[in-house]
């Protein structure tokens, strides 16, 4: 395609995504200076439509960016009042008592909330500040300066015809560049990605762990609903197979969200996570809970969990990093939005300061200096070595092992050091004749249903015109070696079914991707053995329209 031409449009600041930490940045920079201009950029159909979180706030965050946020009529407002935790087997459980946990496990004083309307109450404070937030916009294309600087993005190209030609339609989208650009996107976003390789930013750093979170909105019957109560469990159906938990959270409406997290350094290429998901609700605690009641959404997303160890450095000539684009996720809290929050301010205070003295177009290395050395980086080396621990030596023994390098570190010390994680979660990937399939059992239609049936409840949507938004680098890939070797893994770690092995009578099997089913999660991206899938963004408004994720 011949080079397009686009109007460009100058800012001081370019905030690629309309999530916790994007916004957060774009308040604190109108707090600071209300003249400076400052854009967000959000590739969801309306802010709040890509955010899917647990989730349990820890108020520290809004603490610090808005501190009257309880006089402002926001939508945080179910303090957690009850704090269960359980170790499941196949037909019980057993409660685990709060008193031995440290006291950063404590929710008391967290809040239960959506985290898409708590994103979209901060886009209208951005907005009463002078913020121009843009939803529909996703950026396609970082732009580079003279000096290999970032400068900006391609935001708004709409209207390609599915082999990446223009069509009828066709509309170029514009360059918006920035004397600094924030990148937001979340967990392994497009963009981060590609500044983390160009720069080279993981290097001297650990691998970035993830997990893949799957949640459903529940509606209960009232007299089961216990409002501001949290409940997570750890143990069964995962057993040996896989590290992971659950969440059960109480909110209003009579209302429960029903999560379910999958630690994506599993070695069985046969587990099938959606699948255990879907049985973990057969439990009978959990299926007494939800008995008589209805499903209303769901959603998945990958979660970073590499923690302290694996930050890559955050900032490079005119870019920085901002929250999940890092990986700031506290994992035995399953806890980050505080975090995101605070590198948003963060972030902002630094370009704020370079502004005024006259910089553009550099390293923002007070902004990288604040999160490893402030509020961020103590929250998180605290238990930096809780998923190592896990990942080696299994649930049981992460538990008293974790548990007391919390505590050492709360005094301020740890006999361990810092563990190292080692392989990434896609090398992690034991080949399929090392292990024995997983039978799972078929949906009930009840409490649990197929993917598909599912993928409907997160209000999925793609133009089925434009490119698929999901490459392979090697379309041989999946069918001469991920399947012989890995029986073809993106069959059933992609938690909205976009992958399939199909073989038709008498003809080779073929590699299909069902694009228009993606859900945005990045998991493909993050586990494929071979490294073979890259997630890029689909026109701007595609994707998921979580309701109150």
């Avoid at 997290?261 to 699948?275: A, I």
């Avoid at 979660?303 to 890092?326: D, N, R, W, Y």
């Avoid at 740890?414 to 059992?441: N, V």
């Amino acid at each position: 395609m011949a080079e397009v031409e686009r109007e460009a449009m100058e800012y001081d600041v370019v905030i690629v995504g309309a999530g916790p930490a994007g916004l957060s940045a774009a308040i604190r920079l109108k707090q600071l200076d209300a003249d400076l201009t400052v854009v967000v950029l959000e590739k969801g159909s309306e802010v709040g439509a890509h955010i899917l979180s647990g989730a349990v706030l820890d108020p520290c965050g809004i603490d610090a960016l808005l501190p009257d946020w309880r006089n402002m009529d926001s939508p945080i407002k179910t303090e957690v009042v009850v704090d269960n935790f359980y170790m499941l087997g196949e037909g019980g459980q057993i409660r685990v008592p709060n008193w031995p946990m440290p006291p950063l496990m404590n929710n008391h004083g967290n809040y239960i909330v959506s985290m898409g309307n708590v994103c979209r109450w901060m886009a209208e404070v951005a907005e009463g500040l002078g913020v121009e937030v843009f939803p529909g916009m996703s950026c396609s294309a970082l732009v580079y300066g003279d000096q290999g600087e970032v400068k900006g993005v391609v935001a708004g190209e709409m209207g390609l015809a599915s082999d990446g030609t223009p069509g009828p339609n066709y509309e170029p989208g514009m360059e918006l560049h920035g004397k600094y650009v924030f990148l937001s996107e979340g967990v392994r976003g497009s963009l981060a990605k590609e500044v983390i390789a160009k720069y080279d930013l993981s290097k001297g750093h650990e691998p970035q762990k993830f997990g893949l979170g799957m949640k459903e909105i529940w509606e209960i019957d009232p007299a089961k609903h216990r409002l501001g109560t949290v409940t997570h469990t750890m143990g069964w159906p995962l057993g040996g197979n896989a590290g992971g938990g659950s969440f059960i959270y109480h909110i209003e409406n009579n209302q429960v969200y029903v999560g379910f997290v999958v630690h994506l350094n599993y070695q069985n290429p046969h587990l099938y996570p959606y699948m255990e998901f879907q049985r973990f609700k057969h439990h009978p605690m959990v299926a007494e809970l939800l008995k008589g009641g209805k499903r209303v959404a769901y959603g998945a997303r990958a979660i970073s969990e590499g923690g302290f160890q694996s930050m890559p450095k955050m900032v490079a000539p005119g870019v920085a990093l901002l929250g999940c684009s890092v990986g700031m996720v506290n994992v035995p809290r399953i806890k980050g939005n505080h975090n995101a929050m605070l590198s948003g301010k963060a972030a902002a205070e630094a370009a704020f300061a370079a502004i005024g003295a006259g910089r553009a177009s550099d390293e923002l290395t007070a902004y990288e200096a604040e999160v490893r050395e402030g509020a961020i980086g103590k929250d998180l080396k605290k238990v930096r070595n809780v998923k190592p621990l896990w990942s080696k030596y299994g649930l049981i023994a992460s538990l008293m092992a974790g548990g007391f390098d919390m505590w050492t570190n709360t005094l301020g010390f740890s006999l361990l050091g810092t563990l190292k994680h080692g392989k990434t979660d896609a090398a992690a990937t034991g080949k399929a004749k090392d292990f024995a399939p997983i039978a799972y059992p078929r949906p009930d239609g009840v409490l649990s249903c197929d993917r598909l049936t599912n993928v409907a409840f997160s209000f999925t949507n793609h133009e089925e015109s434009q490119p698929c938004h999901l490459h392979l680098k090697d379309p041989s890939i999946p069918i001469a070696v991920n399947l012989p070797e890995y029986a073809e893994p993106a069959q059933r770690y992609c938690p909205a079914g976009v992958y399939e092995v199909v073989a038709e009578d008498g003809k080779d099997p073929r590699f299909v991707i069902n694009f228009q089913n993606c859900v945005h999660c990045k998991t493909c991206d993050i586990k494929d053995p071979s490294q073979n899938i890259n997630w890029t963004t689909p026109q701007g408004g595609d994707g998921p329209n979580y309701p109150n994720m």
